[in-house]
């Protein structure tokens, strides 16, 4: 008799015996995107572009690697290494086309307080003088940036369990306004804690709850330390940083390269800097000794692991979330898909990997991705030649930045977080569509204000899951229509060519975010499923949604008229901003199919939020108040398209029912509202 444990192990061999060469290729092709585009990789055409950005990059991964590594209480050389291994891993693994990951203000904050929590500066232990023969640098830099390290360790295991958790089919409970109000917050600590650069003043490190407050009123007790140079060479510098970025944002369309600002300011102020001896005559800080080359890899220190565990869940978290909102936001941008749950692996493996080269924690950074947009990147590839420029850096031109003032690197911080900073606009955006997620925008941010951005992320999940808990079960519940339910004016028979390509789809349910990604999904498998078939149906069938979910079937597709698409929304009792962005992507996704959508029995919050929206343009109407009044539209609108066509006989308007002849009549009159207006006309 074969025992269990052998009959186990005869089965792990047979399984392992079943894997084809098929199915490992198949596992490296998912696992491994950079197999997909690299063979397919356009040289001729997306080379150029993918330079061009690569350059750009590689100048503003230099100047925020240099100043993110300030901010996370290490020497400004690591923030170096941080701009060149997380990108290589991240290019291998990641999904983003345009995602440019690096080191990222709002990971190097949380990173700083397990540091100076660590190895705090005024420690007495260690001097400057006291060499640790790694890169030439002292014991105490060294052991700072180790704690680092053991942070984006840690953080990037975290990550890679959750990737091994399928934990990337959860992000649905990462709404927008829940990371808007996080990310925005964190940028305004991150400002915060840049206020003793640019004023030049000698503060200790706050951190803590409600350290926000207490490091502004350490600054109003001490006002008169403030550095009257350093205040007005930061102010210049933010004034110039802003005045050339604005016009570059201007202009981006007549001018294919922007105005690299950034390395001019550092150029300029660091040669101000050595020729006025600034270090000495007026006291300012400047970055110091930057060693050549790279280091060899060492294991991060296991023995702090257990001290850092929140610092490590913050990076985790933060990171991600930041990181995976730009992915995201890049795919509808220009059309493909991200994997929720390889980017886990991806950030993961671009924490883990570097922090064996003395790297600070890295995820993607808004005004990077935002570089690539506006410069025409076309795949990572620009992020690799990115790579080979900071190489370059850091083997030659690193140590020529010795005399840059930190308050200049605190100016390209502050400014660097605009587009983070702007996201206090949307609140008009939330108020007008939803007053709900408006509240918990706010609440959020003031949670990442009084405590930190790991703290009001999961305030903010927990708050929008109550909220949704709540209001569903007051949610009233909406009988299933059938499709012999639907009063038409006209028999079938008698305008069967114009209920052609008709597809009626009763949302049942709130629309909101814990449904809207499945909604979306699932609307899309019936249009690309219709697509693929080429018979015509002729009547109408109703395909109910309940919780996101669809069932029934859809009218087959038909290649000499254009589909329409009615969202029958009376069931639609509640929606958040969520639900309403993606009924806006359905619009727009359909309308790049030439798919026409109209939207029945929609309440007057639902069409005020959508129109707010922006992204309603079209020339007939979009809202009618019922089914029936949608289908006459259509009828009348083809009807009409074959008068201009072919002209109207005597023959055509005698073969013409008399109610579709009185609704034209009612068109020409202006019973039926036009442009984005609720249709209607009297019987």
Known sequence: MMTGAKRKRSTVWRKIQA???EDIK?????RLPILKWVPVYNWKESLVP????????????????????ALSSVHPVFGLYGSFFPVIVYAIFGMGRHVATGTFALTSLISANAVERLVPSVTTNFTANNNSGILGLSEFEMQRIGVAAAVSFLGGIIQVAMFMLQLGRATFLLTEPVISAMTTGAATHVVTSQVKYLLGMKMPYISGPLGFFHIYAYVFENIRSVQLEALLLSLLSIVVLVLVKELNEKFQRDIKVVLPIDLLLIIATSIACYYADMEYVYGLEVVGHIPKGLPSPKMPPMNVLPEVVTEA??????????????AQGSAKKFKYTVDDNQEFLAHGLSNVIPSFFFCIPSAAAMGRTALLYS??????MACLISCVLILVVIYAIGPLLYWLPMCVLASIIVVGLKGMLMQFCDLKKYWNVDKIDWSIWVSTYVFTICFAANVGL???????????????PRAKTLNLKNVKEVEYKYKA????ESLKQVKIISVNNPLVFLNARKFHADLIKIIQKDSMSSQCEQNTLLCPFSNGSCHGESVQSCHSERCVLILDCSGLNFFDYTGVSVLLQIYMDCKNRHINVLLAHCKASLIKAMQYGGYLESENPVFFESISSAIDAIQIHRFTETVLAHGLSSNHQDEMPSDLMHLMDCQITGCSAGGMGVASCPP
Do not use: H, P
């Open 19 to 21: 894997v084809r060469f």
């Open 26 to 30: 198949a596992w490296c092709m998912r």
């Open 50 to 69: 993918d330079t061009v950005s690569g350059m750009m990059l590689a100048i503003q991964q230099v100047t925020q690697g240099l100043a993110f590594a």
């Open 313 to 326: 869940f913050g990076v985790a978290l933060v990171g991600y979330v930041a990181s995976l909102a730009l």
């Open 375 to 380: 410069t025409g990147a076309k795949t990572q």
């Open 458 to 472: 999961l305030y903010g999940i927990v708050c929008t899951i109550v909220i949704v808990i709540f209001r569903f």
């Open 493 to 496: 028979e008698d305008n069967c």
